[in-house]
């Protein structure tokens, strides 16, 4: 998670393939992507992203 800046109240999620050891002590990480729903983390890293590795195409997730 990191905000958009001092007193903003927005956030953003990031949901990561491997460890980020650089975010330890930093940020809080939770969360584990068990069974299936893994495949579609992979889905996930392999879209295609521009210049500024954001996705071309919009992803959503639609529940967790």
């Known amino acids: 998670m990191a905000n958009s800046g001092k007193d903003s109240n927005n956030s953003q ?3 990561t393939f ?3 050891n650089y975010l330890d002590y930093k940020h809080t990480i939770f ?3 068990v069974g299936e729903t893994i495949y579609n983390l992979i889905n996930i890293q392999d879209a295609e992203v521009d210049e500024n ?3 071309i195409e919009p992803i959503f ?3 967790t």
Request: glycine share 6%; proline share 7%.
């Open 31 to 33: 969360g584990k992507v």
């Open 61 to 63: 997730i639609l529940s």
């Open 18 to 20: 491997d460890s980020c």
């Open 13 to 15: 999620f990031f949901i």
């Open 53 to 55: 590795n954001r996705p």
